[in-house]
């Protein structure tokens, strides 16, 4: 359970003769649903009606004074009206971002998934989570992580060079905007916070190709549905007959929490999180740790390793995908000015130490 603290005895890695989970990683034996160890706990939050709505005039420094479609009775999904009415695109066609054919940016976004593809391993992974599940890497706020990766570009946006501050505070305040109320304030600070994760790569000096881009599950069969899955080809995982078939080392509807995912800054930010005894909900910790897995929440594959909790929330991390994707400005946001709302936040939902977190 969020809040609760994990020792090295609670955490897996995939060893596949077995199917099951040793040290330092995340993946639960998928073959015997009897003999799985722990994992943290999720709770599924129970889905009620949002059928009534109400007009409500909000202000965010961003996005200026708008009138929203505003959910009164509580909900463990997104209200469909609000889906609708949660991005600004500035003008930009919907279709025209996540680009992978020819945008301005597209040799260096192709290099780095061609090294991603090929080099994200069952061993990679198990390997990332041992280095950093101890959380040894730095103490450090939330918010000053947020200005510590200031200056970081992903290498594999093909739709910004915002830096990671503006990508942040635009994303927290489209989705402030669209969900003003104090029952969803976490949506806003997950907006903030999401791809603190990356801060592996400055910090902790790891490359991009196991920091940023769509993340996959490792341990089966790579979709094709993956963007540049042709670069699969020369991961040797895909030679490997125990990681080769669609089921790999899991069992069908075996539920996401215990498929382990490629490492990268949303899993990252997952351990981080938890182990730090964050109180967000269930679906702010979905969001955190799936909001990459495009392949998934948005093109549809892998459904086959899904469970109910995952059918539940899948809903929650393509509200999300909507403001993450399509929030990317060109208005800056003033950092001086949305901080003391934001820092509130954090102190909320990581109430040890004000927001200051073990990496």
């Known amino acids: 359970m969020p809040g609760q603290k994990e020792s090295k005895e609670d955490a897996m890695v995939i060893t596949p003769k077995k199917h099951k ?56 999904e997104p209200d469909a009206k609000l889906l609708k009415l949660a991005v600004n695109t500035n003008g930009k066609e919907t279709a025209a971002f996540r680009n992978y054919v020819n945008s301005s940016r597209q040799q260096s976004v192709e290099r780095l998934y061609k090294a991603q593809h090929s080099l994200q391993t069952v061993e990679h992974v198990n390997a990332m989570h041992a280095k950093y599940n101890q959380l040894k890497l730095c103490r450090m706020g939330l918010w000053e992580c947020l200005e510590y990766l200031d200056t970081f570009v992903d290498d594999s946006d093909p739709d910004t060079e915002n830096s990671q501050m503006q990508h942040a505070l635009q994303t927290a305040e489209a989705i402030r905007a669209q969900y003003p109320s104090e029952e969803h304030d976490w949506f806003a600070l997950i907006g903030l916070i999401h791809d603190l994760g990356k801060l592996i790569a400055p910090k902790g000096g790891e490359p991009q190709w196991t920091t940023v881009g769509d993340t996959f599950p490792v341990g089966c069969a790579p979709s094709a549905k993956n963007v540049f899955s042709q670069f699969f080809d020369a991961n040797p995982d895909t030679k490997n007959p125990a990681y080769n078939t669609e089921l790999g080392v899991y069992r069908a509807n075996c539920g996401l929490k215990n498929v382990q995912m490629s490492y990268g800054h949303d899993e990252y930010l997952y351990q981080v999180a938890t182990r730090n005894g964050t109180t967000l909900p269930t679906a702010a910790l979905y969001i955190i740790r799936y909001h990459s897995f495009y392949p998934w929440h948005k093109e549809g ?17 393509q509200a999300f995908q909507k403001f993450d994707l399509y929030s990317k400005a060109h208005i800056k946001a003033d950092p001086k000015v949305l901080r003391p709302y934001y820092q509130g936040l954090i102190e909320k939902y990581f109430p040890a130490n004000k927001g200051v977190l073990n990496w």
């Open 21 to 76: 989970a040793d040290t330092d990683g995340t993946l639960a034996d998928c073959e015997s649903p009897a003999k799985k160890q722990k994992t943290t706990d999720i709770k599924v939050d129970s889905p009620t009606s949002a059928g009534i709505t109400e007009k409500k005039e909000v202000t965010t420094p961003v996005h200026g004074k708008q009138t929203v479609i505003a959910p009164v009775l509580a909900s463990a």
């Open 301 to 317: 594959a892998y459904k086959h390793l899904m469970d109910k909790e995952d059918e539940v929330n899948l809903r929650w991390v």
